[in-house]
């Protein structure tokens, strides 16, 4: 699939390819129980969730949705990398990497459902912010940086203002 999808130069056809293959590994390596073996094959899916949003950066640089959640989802993958690593120092950095990727998902998923506020829209977007609290609330535990407590209620805050709006419990 992939061989086809670079062959054909069309970015549509590259980019699902990368989305789907990056998505496949990523939920494959919660069945993995050896860390190598799972921390081999996230690496795999961030290099392909990587490659995808370079992609959607160039030829849909104006589609804030699907940048929103190429990047929650290279955050996503990072937080597992953390998760599975052992040493306290890669470990924060992993998790800083992926908040940093996080918030740029929200900060483009946010302007979108400014124009389309369509209820599951909003509900995935507090869905990420109730996320991200949670990897915000991982790292002040083991970094003990109070901004990043900080931060997490904040979004902890935004997440329950907007399932709230759509009368979601929050």
């Known amino acids: 699939g992939l061989e086809h999808a670079i ?3 069309s970015p549509d ?3 699902s390819t990368l989305h789907v293959l990056s ?3 990523h939920f494959y390596s919660n069945f993995q129980t050896a860390r190598d073996e799972k921390t081999k094959t996230l690496e795999e899916a ?3 969730r990587r490659a995808y949003n370079d992609i959607l950066e160039r030829a849909f640089p ?6 929103g959640l190429g990047k929650n989802y290279e955050g996503q993958i990072r937080v597992e990398l953390a998760r599975a690593e052992t040493d306290r120092v890669e470990k924060a950095s992993l998790l800083q990497g992926a908040t940093s990727d996080i918030e740029d998902g929200l900060s483009h998923s ?3 459902i400014l124009s389309y506020p369509v209820p599951s829209l909003i509900a995935t977007v507090a869905g990420f912010e109730d996320a991200l609290g949670e990897i915000l ?3 002040y535990i083991l970094t003990e940086d109070k901004e990043s407590l900080r931060k997490a209620i904040q979004v902890y805050e935004d997440a329950s203002k ?5 009368n979601l419990p929050s």
């Open 7 to 9: 062959r054909s130069g």
């Open 62 to 67: 104006y589609n804030d949705w699907v940048l």
């Open 23 to 25: 998505k496949a590994l």
């Open 162 to 166: 907007k399932f709230g709006r759509i």
């Open 13 to 15: 056809a590259l980019g």
């Open 110 to 112: 946010r302007k979108w």
């Open 137 to 139: 609330n991982e790292l």
């Open 46 to 48: 961030l290099t392909h």
